[in-house]
Structures are given as C-alpha cells and as structure tokens.
C-alpha cells in the first residue's frame, strides 16, 4: 500500500516550458486536491477534484490545469511555466464526506528559472 | 470563503516545556479543525484532529480544544521533546457541500531547545 505518490520528486524549468505533475494513490479515495506551499503563505489550494471526470478551481488556479480521468490518478499541469510558480507542490487525498483526514503526497519540488 | 489565521509564526521552547499554538477561523459553517505536522522537507501529516461537537481532544502529549462562540482552536503539546521540532499547520473547513477543502493557516514553526 504505497499510499499517496507523486512524480517527479525535483524539476527544473525554463520560463515558457510546460510540464505535467502526476499524482496517484491507492487508497481508493474520492477526492483528490493539488496544494502549493511557499514559505510564509502555508499551502493553498489549487485545484481539486469530488471524482473522476470532475475538477474545480481552489484559491490560486491560475496558469494550472487538471485531469482526472482515473480514480486513482490526479494530474496537474503547467502549460508555459512562470517563475511565480516556483514552489513545493503536493497533492493530497481523502475519503470525502464526514472522513475528512487528507493524505499528502510527498511533494514536488519545481523551480522556474 | 474560509480565512484561518495562526499565531505564533515560530516558537521556541525548552525541553520539557509546554507549546501553544492558536487559530482563529472565520466561517461559522466550519466544523472540522485538523492540525498537521511538517518536517523538514517532509509531507503534512495529521496530528490530531477536532469536530465541532467536542471542546477538547487528548491523544498522549498533544490536545486540541475549540471554541466555535470565539471561533479559535487551540494545539496544546506539554512535555516537549526534541522530535517535537517542526512546523504545524492548523486547519478548517465545513464538512458538507465543500468537497472537503481545507483551508490551511500560514504555520508555525516550533523549536524545541535542550
């Protein structure tokens, strides 16, 4: 039981590339979300998802995008990578409804030069 | 939307000391108040957790309480050990028609000293 997964652990960019991040987990959770951390600010919701086929935005969605077209499977991507978009990213995953603990994966680190 | 703020941003203790922690939310609809732990280069990972028909909660050294009339929370750790040294996030959100969302506070990091 590998729990929450994410890939790559550490990624370099250029301004203006693109990259996707992957994010997988077994534990047959419905909801799945993708947080940004940076120092000072906490982590802060960028996209999430109620279930496969659905996503919604959270607080800070610009220049992201996502897909969820498994179950245990939630994407992020950046199309033209900015240097704002440096940061920790994470995502995570619950059960949903009164089973609220999130499980977090353990994080990509991306700079953008 | 949901604001949590959480204060002190960093602090220090000695060895065997206790630590207080305390957020403060803004929406009266929240009624889950999980509290994370975050090593250094590490994941968040749950520590303890409060829903809003409880006032306090208790696992060994580390406890919660809450306040909804104040609407502020509480992480209270006594007997601190160095293992204790990292940084903690409080949390909230409502349990129905959110899809879960926590919204996080900005942390704290605690330091315990020997």
């Known amino acids: 039981n590998a729990g929450v997964t994410q890939t790559p652990k550490f990624r370099v960019l250029k301004t203006g590339q693109s990259m996707t991040l992957l994010c997988a987990q077994d534990m047959n959770h419905e909801y799945m979300y993708w947080y940004r951390q940076d120092p000072g600010m906490g982590l802060r919701l960028i996209h999430y998802?109620?279930?496969?086929?659905?996503?919604a935005k959270g607080e800070v969605p610009d220049g992201y995008n996502v897909s969820r077209l498994k179950k245990q499977n939630f994407l992020l991507g950046l199309e033209s990578a900015a240097p704002s978009q440096t940061s920790v990213y994470f995502c995570?995953?619950?059960?949903?409804?009164?089973?609220?603990?999130?499980?977090f994966g353990p994080g990509t680190r991306l700079t953008v030069l | 939307g949901e604001n949590v703020e959480q204060h002190p941003s960093t602090l220090s203790v000695q060895e065997g000391d206790s630590a207080v922690i305390k957020c403060t939310y803004s929406d009266s609809a929240s009624n889950y108040f999980p509290w994370y732990k975050q090593e250094l280069g590490k994941r968040p990972q749950l520590i303890i957790d409060?829903?809003?028909?409880?006032g306090e909660k208790k696992d060994q050294r580390i406890a919660v309480t809450l306040n909804k009339t104040a609407k502020h929370f509480s992480l209270h750790i006594t007997e601190t050990q160095p293992e204790d040294s990292a940084v903690y996030f409080c949390a909230a959100t409502p349990d129905t028609g959110t899809a879960s969302k926590l919204t996080f506070g900005t942390g704290t990091r605690l330091q315990v000293t020997l």
């Open positions: 409060i829903r809003s028909n409880v």
């Open positions: 995570a995953s619950t059960y949903g409804g009164t089973d609220n603990e999130q499980f």
């Open positions: 998802s109620v279930g496969e086929g659905t996503t």
